[in-house]
């Protein structure tokens, strides 16, 4: 079932392209390590609302906090499936005209 959910997202994604129209996020594993480029995507999502439930699940499932799970919604540059890999040239935090809330705006001072 999920693959076939999987493949919808991807064909309605490739039809959006066609029409010049494109919004794809992912939910990424990621151990931010800047050597690891390559990136394993977990989930597909056509919003990121859907892809913040999909992170909220895995915290769950996982009983860890968000940023135990080593993983984090991106939006990408072009059509995926789970289980492809990513690089950073491939996808952005936010998308293209996205609002991005205050605090992630402002440097916490790491």
Known sequence: MKQVSDDLIFCRAKLQSERGILEMYALIYDEFDRSKREKKVISVHRTREAADKALEKRQHKMDKRVWECNARIVWVYSQIRTGDTV???????????????????????D
């Open 87 to 109: 690089t950073p040239d491939s996808f952005d935090t936010w998308a293209p005209d996205e609002k991005v809330p205050l605090a992630d705006r402002i440097p916490d001072g």
